[in-house]
């Protein structure tokens, strides 16, 4: 079965600074998708951005952006000029590309931004 | 368009009741599912569906029933609550499968969650 690992249970950045999660994940599949979620004190889930397994270049959204590494199993995901609205938990997720769309979920990492 | 909902937002309930959590979509989408947060942990998956009339489970059943009768409802029932069930319920939706007609892959949508205690 698939696992996701997230070693950092919190993190602190500073505002304006760059910030970094780490995410390993662990499955036999060759063809999969990875995702980053943030969930803030709402309790919604909403999406950071995603992978493709298949793709090699790194995804990128304004100023997120994810360094993904298919041998090492790992999948961390950078903030940059970090803002007090980024403040939530940050979960990764795994997806299996072969009909199942269950997401394997991390258990998460709780970032606060100081001013 | 109102995405996924769920309802209600907050239930308390004792030891052995049952009550049903409302999930609906707007989407058109296939694919809907349950999961369960607890604190410490990610989510987890309760069940899901790929279309109406076709569930299966997810990494934990146990305790819970679903149906999919029509494309937008998906309803979670509890039979005899307990208190290992206290947590936050979340319903998704998405595509099915995450290949869309754009040949990208979709994303799932999460509702806003329903927070339920057991006493």
């Known amino acids: 079965a698939q696992t996701v690992t997230q070693s950092q249970p919190e993190m602190s950045v500073q505002e304006a600074e760059t910030v970094t999660l780490s995410c390993t994940y662990d499955t036999s599949e060759s063809d999969y998708y990875l995702f980053w979620y943030k969930q803030p004190p709402s309790r919604q889930m909403i999406l950071v951005i995603r992978?493709?397994?298949?793709?090699?270049q790194n995804a990128t959204e304004n100023r997120f952006s994810v360094n993904f590494q298919k041998a090492a199993k790992s999948f961390s995901l950078k903030i940059s000029d970090s803002q007090l609205g980024d403040a939530a938990m940050y979960f990764c997720?795994?997806?299996?590309?072969?009909?199942?769309?269950?997401?394997?979920f991390g258990k998460g990492t709780k970032l606060t931004v100081n001013p | 368009n109102a995405g996924v909902t769920q309802t209600p937002k907050f239930q308390v309930l004792k030891t052995g009741q049952s009550m049903t959590l409302q999930c609906a979509q707007d989407?058109?989408?296939?694919?809907m599912s349950w999961y369960r947060q607890d604190p410490g942990m990610g989510l987890r998956l309760i069940h899901y569906s790929v279309g109406a009339g076709i569930t299966d489970q997810g990494e934990v059943p146990n305790g819970y029933n679903v149906s999919r009768s029509t494309t937008e409802d998906f309803p979670l029932r509890l039979l005899s609550a307990a208190p290992s069930q206290t947590s936050v319920y979340f319903c998704?939706?998405?595509?099915?499968?995450?290949?869309?007609?754009?040949?990208?892959?979709?994303?799932?949508?999460f509702g806003p969650g329903t927070r339920l205690t057991v006493l």
């Open positions: 989407m058109n989408h296939e694919y």
């Open positions: 992978q493709e397994a298949y793709k090699q």
């Open positions: 997720a795994y997806g299996d590309q072969g009909g199942s769309e269950k997401l394997v």
């Open positions: 998704a939706s998405s595509y099915f499968p995450w290949q869309s007609s754009g040949g990208a892959p979709d994303t799932q949508y």
